[in-house]
């Protein structure tokens, strides 16, 4: 059976991905606590996934998965999103 890492270290997102991989055969594997986390702002979720599978490979040399998701409100034009890596301007 091949196996892969999944880059996440949500146990809810591991286990439903890995019922998933395992009907293809495969086998999911979580990263050692020592990997991190790779997060960046970015315009597009392509852009964030990108960097985190680049960031992790680069520690770990091995066949990896990255999941990733994002809100976006178009509606809202200039909704500013706050968040601890970006905070809101006062």
Do not use: W
Request: aromatic share 8%; net charge positive.
């Amino acid at each position: 059976m091949k196996s892969l890492i999944l880059v996440t270290h949500n146990k809810g997102k591991f286990s439903e991905a890995n019922e998933i991989a395992k009907r293809y055969g495969v086998v999911l594997k979580m990263p050692g606590k020592g990997l991190g986390k790779f997060k960046i702002q970015a315009d597009t979720v392509t852009e964030v996934s990108r960097f985190s599978a680049v960031e992790a490979f680069g520690k770990i040399k091995q066949p990896l998965i990255v999941d990733d998701s994002g809100l976006f409100v178009d509606r809202l034009n200039g909704f500013q999103v706050c968040t601890r890596h970006k905070p809101c301007r006062q």
